[in-house]
């Protein structure tokens, strides 16, 4: 009885408090999530006036699901976007530990330093192979004790198929379209240089390196009053390979890097150059099949495949992308006798390792670099792979870095851009992809605390780049100020999502 008194009391002295407390004149409100002010994606996409087509997605990258989208099905060129699959793809058949060989072997006996056979440098599908490497390669050979060749010297590319060039479609000057092969040296290019001198040029060709640079034979550019041919250089091919430039475009000092097309040969003639700085005076080079059985005279090893394509993704080499494609499928015992043929086959790889229809138009890639605008893929199929790629890991590489897609994609400054700076701090792993037209990123953001999120935006103006598809220039008029736009919708489109989507999300209040 007691007991119940007390309750009774303490419920009445309750209820007067409540009745005689003074009640707000406005309910407080929860604080407005991130969301609720930035713009929406379709919102961001009118305000920017982009000509073409936009393309985009943003999904969850633990469930995958989708959480905003426009055009998300339809097949676009991806650009340099396809590297991040290569990268995937060279990492699943190669393992990020591999490295590429390059070698000296001799087919006949060393004895006293003479060889009584054949020297013969072959190539090992090395994207990064530099005059340095070859200059190293030449000093290892001496160090092994050769001074002497009775034989020939022979050059063995033959590990990849010699592909001339990526693109077809590209401007013929262009060195991001070189030679593909099993021996590439300076990113297949060579550096031209000319000289004002007496009123007259005086023009000298490179194998330009970061901290050597011998003179190259192979690549001769001559100037002439009169140059057949829309721009200032004409390749006319041959043996050596011959340009011609219009005198008129020499007036000043300046330079260019300008395409390999020969690159066995290239290889072939700067390393004898290198050796004979060493001591070792070798027979011109010819073409010609190392043996099966032969002792290797000397080598020079690559980095390790993580860090080539760590570069790769940041400075988007079209040759590495295409020479780890090619060796990734020749490992997987596929058909790299062809770009097209070898991006078929880690096609079917992405599609069986993404979990997309095998054939899929949403992913038809014709190269691994997305050097060619014939390469698609839709932004769907994009997330899904790189929703795929986080959860499958590789061996961890050396420094306990983790070798995954979003470890060796860049940090882009994306949400540093700008005068204000997003709600949420966030990092932002993309590839970049540009065509003349055509712009694509795709990648990861990371919040600091929140939802991590996996994207891809294409936008594409075809019949822009149609327009000039024909004409042999490097950047058409209005290509830069489209490009600069689609951009710029890029980051909009980011700070959006990461407001959005990748805030921490508020607990409900309960009742």
Known sequence: MIRLRALLLLTCLLAGWSAEATAPDVSPLPSPRPEMRAPDALALVAEAGLSGTIAFIVVDLETGEPLEGGEADLPLPLASVAKAPTAVYALDALGPDHRFETRLVASGALEGGAL????????????????????????????????????????????????????????????????????????????????????????????????????T???????????????????????????????????RDGGR????RRPADYAGEVFARQAAEAGLRLPPPEPGAAPAVADVVARVESRPLADILTDMMRYS?????????????????????????SA????????????????????????HSGLSAESRASVRRL??????????????????????????????????????????????????????????????IEPEAGRRLAFAIIAADLPQRAAFALDEVET?????????????????????????????????ASD
């Not at 890097?257 to 390999?260: E, G, R, S, T």
């Not at 061996?395 to 400054?413: I, K, W, Y």
């Not at 701090?425 to 055509?438: D, E, I, M, P, Y």
């Not at 909009?492 to 407001?499: E, G, H, P, T, Y």
């Open 257 to 260: 890097w300008l395409p390999v």
């Open 116 to 215: 009584s056979g054949d020297l013969v440098l072959q190539g090992g599908g090395d994207p990064e192979t530099d005059s340095e490497a070859l200059d190293l390669l030449a000093f290892r050979a001496r160090e092994a004790g050769l001074s002497s060749v009775s034989g020939r010297f022979l050059v063995d590319a033959g590990l990849l198929p010699a592909i001339e060039r990526i693109d077809p479609t590209q401007p013929e000057t262009a060195a991001y379209n070189p030679s593909v092969g099993g021996l590439n040296l300076n990113y297949n290019r060579v550096f031209v240089e000319w000289r004002r001198r007496d009123g007259a040029p005086s023009i000298s060709v490179e194998a330009r390196a970061e901290t050597l640079s011998p003179v």
């Open 476 to 508: 058409p008029p209005g290509a830069r100020a489209w490009a600069a736009r689609a951009r710029a919708l890029q980051r909009a489109l980011i700070r959006s999502w990461v407001a959005r989507f990748a805030a921490p999300r508020v607990a409900a």
């Open 344 to 367: 078929g086959a880690m096609n079917a790889w992405a599609a069986q390792f993404a979990g997309f229809p095998p054939g899929d138009p949403g992913f038809r890639l014709t190269n």
């Open 317 to 341: 080499t079209n040759l590495t992308a295409e020479a780890v494609g090619l060796a990734a499928t020749r490992a997987a015992g596929g058909s790299a006798e062809t770009l097209e043929a």
């Open 383 to 444: 997330a899904e792979f790189l929703v795929a790629s986080e959860r499958r890991g590789f061996p961890a590489l050396g420094g306990g870095r983790a070798a995954t897609l979003r470890g060796l994609t860049p940090d882009r400054p994306i949400l540093d851009e700008g005068e204000a700076k997003p709600a949420v701090a966030a990092s932002v792993r993309a590839k970049t992809g540009t065509l003349n037209f055509v712009s694509a990123l795709a990648g990861y």
């Open 217 to 251: 034979e192979t690549v001769r550019v001559e100037a002439h009053d009169v140059v057949s041919g829309p721009g200032a250089f004409a390749y006319l091919g041959g043996a050596p390979e011959t340009w011609h430039v219009a005198a008129t475009a020499l007036t």
